[in-house]
């Protein structure tokens, strides 16, 4: 990849003796990559001027440098391709996300623009013409030195105008590599977390996305729960919040060492979500046979990630509500859980093994859980269900229709109950049963 020196110097030729020869900078996350060397494959360029960014396309069209160019409806942002790298191309501006998704923008000076971004690490410009670091908060490169994340507005103006932004100072304080939030703009993330309820799914879903695939997921699910974060992503936990104690177990490296092994989105936003079933169930025993099942995150997901959610999340709380009850039936409800699960089970079992770490670590309970559904597994594993509608008209001359329906779900049952029946056992117990009813 060519560095972004190299590219500032191409577009400099382009533009140079151009009424933009003086107006083009380098903005945002590229600057700040590059002081960390990091590796980056979009880099944005504002323009001191009103349309500066129709003009500067039109230049880098007529040099040759680049070729299609396409709005993002959204915001209006320009975007192009030059050399590899993605480029945004946009009007110096102070930018304000309203409630209906759309971006409210102004013109505003270089200065005006820099200010008013999300964070003074965010905030550092390069100047096309000369090369030149540019500070306007006098805070960004010392924040980067620091490895501070800070707002560069006071008293939570910058959250108001984009709440997104109290998401994405948590994953940048753990994508950039151990990175602290300020104390000031960390107070502010918490007076101000609440407006994560007014934000589009669709923006939410993004960051979460993002989130969700670092690699150092121990670190910032901490972050998101000591914000208390999630009480505003989901609307069944709207006003909850996990006591001290819960707080102080997700800080645990023995925690660490389990939940590194998760690697799906799926199982890591269970994880998320898992602390308020284990608080609920430990601190307040009515509810043990009352866990109300997550739905509010669908908004977040495909249809396709929020049944695999749904099922893990259903499977642990069958677990939590009946894993101290030993008899036949209750354990035919685990089976059913489990069976549900199916290829999901990988990361249910990991899911598991962190209640039962919560449970050593608040009471010292010994639980088992993961060890119990493992032993069910196996269980079942030895002896598959494999009984097909085929097989059942076939062997008891039942025509095809509903009553097929009914034999396999009949039979199904049986076999959670005891998987150790053959399963010539199971349909003929099955078949009987029906007539019998």
């Given amino acids: 990849m060519i560095e972004l020196e190299e590219i500032r110097k191409k577009i400099y030729g382009a533009i140079k003796g151009s009424e933009l020869e003086y107006c083009c900078y380098f903005a945002g996350g590229c600057v700040r990559d590059m002081y960390l060397k990091r590796e980056r494959t979009d880099l944005d360029i ?6 500066g960014d129709k ?7 007529e040099k040759g440098l680049i070729r ?26 102070i930018r304000t996300e309203m409630n209906n998704g759309k971006v409210h923008k102004i013109f505003a000076s270089l200065q005006e623009d820099a200010c008013s971004r999300d964070f003074t690490i965010n905030a550092l410009m390069i100047a096309i013409h000369n090369g030149e670091l540019l500070d306007f908060t006098q805070k960004g490169k010392q924040d980067l030195e620091s490895k501070l994340i800070r707002a560069c507005e006071s008293g939570g103006k910058g959250f108001l105008r984009d709440p997104i932004r109290i998401l994405r100072a948590v994953r940048l304080a753990v994508e950039l590599g151990n990175f602290t939030i300020e104390q000031e703009t960390g107070a502010e993330i918490q007076k101000k977390s609440s407006l994560l309820e007014e934000l589009n799914p669709l923006r939410i879903s993004r960051e979460l996305e993002k989130i969700l695939l670092l690699q150092s997921f121990f670190k910032v699910q901490y972050l998101i729960q000591s914000f208390q974060l999630m009480s505003h992503l989901l609307t069944e936990l709207k006003d909850i919040s996990l006591d001290e104690k819960t707080l102080k177990w997700l800080e645990q490296p023995e925690l660490n060492n389990i939940i590194h092994k998760l690697k799906s989105m799926d199982g890591r936003f269970c994880f998320l979500c898992l602390p308020f079933y284990l608080n609920r169930t430990e601190n307040k025993s009515e509810l043990k046979g009352n866990l109300e099942p997550l739905r509010s995150h669908h908004r977040y997901f495909s249809n396709q990630q929020n049944r695999h959610i749904d099922n893990l999340l259903d499977t642990i709380i069958v677990f939590l509500n009946e894993f101290y009850l030993k008899s036949e039936l209750e354990l035919s409800h685990l089976r059913k859980a489990i069976y549900k699960v199916k290829d999901d089970f990988e990361e249910l079992w990991i899911l598991l093994q962190c209640v039962d770490n919560y449970k050593e670590w608040i009471s010292g309970t010994n639980s088992q859980l993961s060890k119990l559904a493992i032993e069910l597994k196996n269980e079942m594993d030895a002896n598959p269900f494999n009984i097909t509608g085929t097989d059942l008209m076939q062997k008891y001359d039942i025509k095809e229709g509903k009553d097929i329906g009914i034999y396999l779900q009949r039979a199904l049952s049986l076999w959670y109950q005891n998987p150790r029946l053959s399963m010539s056992e199971i349909m003929t117990l099955s078949k009987k049963e029906y007539q019998e009813k």
Avoid at 73 to 88: A, I, V
């Fill in 55 to 61: 003009l500067l396309a039109k230049i880098l069209q």
């Fill in 46 to 51: 504002c323009v001191e001027k009103e349309e």
């Fill in 68 to 93: 299609k160019v396409v709005q993002y409806q959204r915001t209006e942002t320009l975007m192009t391709k030059l050399d590899g790298y993605s480029l945004e191309l946009s009007p110096t501006q």
